[in-house]
């Protein structure tokens, strides 16, 4: 039984037994991963997941069900534990089905042509990168993992009200990670990249060659001196610092008394030169969807515009309490997760300035470029954060070596007043992005 009929099987049985308003929400994820070590397949894994979840109106109080199966035999069981679970809910605020948006925007989401690459194309490229790998750089001793995945996934909302959503979804992902050595030390590097519609536009080679220099560029690090430094933050970093703070533009949290940003609409919150989007419409990115987790149609919202916060990010319900639309950021982890709230393609806007600019108008200072144990090491209520990093010690304008085993500590709000230049490097790899940001001061504790 496809889904479609599923659901109208679903919905006339709920009407039969008295359920005045129904909705599901149906998700299935299928990939295809090849992993290769030593010039052989090292795992070949094929993976089918998901399901439907269940939200029927019971005596004015909205119950929830869920199952893997996609079968008749389970439509009785969806039915009488919503039905159960509505009878104990307690919440004053219930939830509504949403009749759907006037119109959706038509986005380029799926790719037929990138699901059907052959099995021995993603042996082939992933066979690729260890060998450019190993042959890149005497000192790589070891290829940890060297994978292609090629993933599609399909997602449905519909309800008695009307709403009726569809959108199916493709990417292809390469990835690496690497061992450097030396007589005195030992380091990782991993890169990776995608495409959304054509496994002939990621470059394997490329991909390999920056893993090593990830690697075999931390070799032989040391700690330095604690005090205060200028900072740069590379795309990477800075885009991870930023993503462990997306929870204050929520106005769940806010409602919540959990974001520091609360009754400071229309006030300045950054530096005149921070704007920051989110963008579900851009084409070629990972988050790229034209409806919420609720249905409601997706749309660019600059959240902060030079540096001035404009608004939060809502879903149905924080929506209709603040008296406005919703702004389309209704989230689910997954089909039997709650409703939430959850940026989709967040970013702070690029500047001009290239990170080797950046680096040379430093006379000392730090670029860092990865950190760890986020989420121990950050408070998204008060904005402080104190993280162990990975960088380079800059001495007059150039990098002069690697560096570790510090920890970089400040308060994100005050970063996002006291960030001096923003790069022209933005990568679109995840739900939350950044270019390089230079912070005119952090507090490093090191030796």
């Known amino acids: 039984m496809d889904v479609t009929q599923f659901q109208q099987h679903l919905f006339a049985k709920g009407i039969e ?35 439907l979840s269940f939200r029927g109106e019971f005596a004015s109080k909205i119950g929830y069900a869920y199952s893997e199966q996609i079968d008749e035999r389970v439509i009785d069981y969806l039915i009488e534990e919503a039905r159960n679970n509505a009878e104990v809910m307690e919440s004053e605020e219930n939830d509504e089905l949403f009749a759907g948006s006037a119109s959706y925007p038509e986005l380029t989401t799926y790719s037929e042509r990138l699901t059907h690459v052959a099995p021995q194309a993603l042996i082939d490229a992933a066979l690729e990168m260890e060998s450019v790998a190993v042959e890149a750089d005497s000192r790589i001793v070891m290829v940890r993992s060297s994978s292609v995945t090629i993933s599609e996934s399909e997602v449905l909302i519909a309800n008695t009200r009307g709403l009726d959503c569809r959108a199916k979804y493709s990417s292809a992902v390469g990835s690496i990670s690497v061992v450097a050595r030396d007589a005195a030390d030992t380091t990782t590097g991993e890169w990776y990249d995608f495409s959304l519609q054509d496994f002939d536009e990621i470059n394997f080679a490329d ?26 933050f590379r795309n990477d970093a800075a885009s991870t610092l930023l993503n462990a703070y997306t929870t204050i533009f929520s106005a769940e949290a806010v409602d919540k008394d959990f974001s520091r940003l609360k009754g400071k609409l229309g006030e300045q919150v950054a530096g005149s030169n921070i704007t920051i989007v989110d963008d579900p419409l851009m084409p070629h990115v990972p988050a790229q969807c034209a409806f919420d987790a609720e249905g409601h149609a997706t749309r660019r919202n600059e959240i902060i515009k030079e540096g001035k916060l404009l608004t939060f990010l809502h879903n149905g319900k924080t929506a209709k309490k603040s008296g406005i639309d919703s702004t389309g950021h209704a989230s689910k982890g ?14 702070v806007e690029p500047g001009t300035v290239t990170l080797e600019e950046m680096i040379a108008d430093t006379g000392r200072g730090l670029m860092i470029v990865q950190l760890q144990g986020l ?38 709000f005050n970063v996002l007043n006291e960030i001096e230049e923003v790069g022209n490097d933005l990568r679109f790899t995840g739900k939350c992005n950044s270019p390089s940001l230079k912070i005119k001061s952090l507090t490093i504790s090191g030796a």
Do not use: W
């Open 17 to 51: 037994s008295g359920c005045s308003n129904m909705e599901i929400y149906y998700e299935q994820v299928r990939s295809t991963t090849v992993r290769v070590s030593k010039g052989e397949i090292d795992a070949y894994t094929i993976k089918e997941s998901g399901g």
């Open 207 to 232: 991909i390999a060659r920056k893993s090593v220099h990830e690697a075999v560029s931390k070799l032989n690090a040391d700690t330095i001196a604690s005090d205060n430094y200028p900072v740069i």
């Open 334 to 347: 997954g089909y039997h997760g709650k409703i939430g709230i959850a940026p989709h393609n967040l970013y």
């Open 375 to 412: 989420h121990a090491g950050t408070n998204a209520v008060s904005g402080e954060f104190s993280l162990s990093c990975i960088g380079f010690l800059i001495e007059a304008g150039k990098v002069k070596r690697p560096v570790n085993q510090i920890t970089v500590s400040g308060n994100l």
